[in-house]
């Protein structure tokens, strides 16, 4: 889906690529899932219990081909399988005893269980997915959007706010640094569709190493957007970028659909001298005051 305007001068696109609507019917991943599970005191009641709730559902949907790790912090960090096991029976009922026993007390040092999180070696052979679970109630939140932005692995991050005073914009940050989403749990209701909906997508990457070419000398410029990656279930990637000149363009995206190379391409018009959709300047505009922020 594609959006121009031009004023005869610059031109401005807003471009999104749609995954499937559908299953893919590609074979699901095995992946290394780490936990971070916040048991600081602004976590006492509800809070605490509906995150241990969250990885416990998370925890029964795993497969044994899968490998887990947990960390939990306060204003210190704990640890179950440091490194990566196999999601056994054992392994998982061992995961299960000790999320039972986390309580919330203490400070909140986020960053350090995430970049301890992140220093876990990754298989060759598997993806390794982080779910950050919190109220998000800490200061220094930018130093957390970096560790995980500039993090070299293949790290897809799903953020988990709990309870209703959640900081937002931790949520959101850290699963755009992460190339994955945030979901936000009120009430024990919540828990079961959020689960079912993070498990479904992490298992759907429809295309992973999606790459754009462009098809034109002229290649848009000062895109600024979602990552280019993976194309997953239920989740557009957005792009906003300038151009000189408009005309028709055939855009073809290239990546890999279960192991195999895949490629389409697609037919678009970028306008000249037409600036009725003047929006999408503004698009561009609050997309880039966001990424420098």
Not at 179 to 207: C, L, Y
Request: glycine share 8%.
């Amino acid at each position: 889906s594609v959006l121009s305007s031009h004023d005869g001068s610059s031109g401005y696109l807003a471009m999104q690529i749609f995954p499937d609507l559908h299953d893919s019917g590609q074979i699901p991943h095995s992946i290394d899932m780490v936990f971070i599970l916040d048991k600081s005191g602004s976590m006492r009641g509800n809070p605490i219990i509906f995150a241990r709730e969250t990885v416990h559902k998370m925890l029964n949907k795993t497969r044994h081909s899968d490998r887990i790790s947990l960390l939990a912090y306060d204003n210190v960090q704990y640890s179950l399988f440091p490194e990566p096991v196999p999601a056994t029976q054992e392994n998982v009922a061992a995961a299960h005893n000790w999320i039972d026993k986390l309580n919330a007390s203490g400070g909140t040092e986020m960053l350090a269980g995430v970049k301890k999180a992140l220093s876990i070696p990754i298989a060759p052979e598997k993806r390794r997915v982080i779910a950050l679970i919190t109220d998000g109630e800490i200061y220094g939140v930018d130093a957390i959007y970096r560790a995980i932005k500039n993090d070299t692995s293949d790290n897809t991050v799903f953020a988990f706010a709990i309870g209703r005073r959640t900081n937002q914009e931790l949520i959101d940050g850290a699963a755009e640094a992460g190339n994955g989403i945030g979901r936000h749990i009120v009430n024990a209701a919540d828990i079961k569709p959020t689960v079912s909906e993070f498990w479904r997508r992490i298992r759907m990457p429809q295309i992973s190493n999606l790459s754009i070419n462009w098809g034109s000398s002229t290649v848009p410029t000062d895109i600024v957007g979602s990552d280019m990656g993976n194309l997953w279930y239920g989740q557009p990637i957005k792009l906003f970028a300038k151009y000189s000149v408009g005309g028709p363009r055939t855009l073809t995206l290239s990546g890999m659909a279960n192991g195999n190379p895949v490629s389409d391409s697609y037919n678009f018009n970028l306008v000249n001298n037409n600036n009725t959709l003047r929006g999408v300047s503004k698009m561009w505009a609050r997309e880039v005051i966001e990424y420098l922020m």
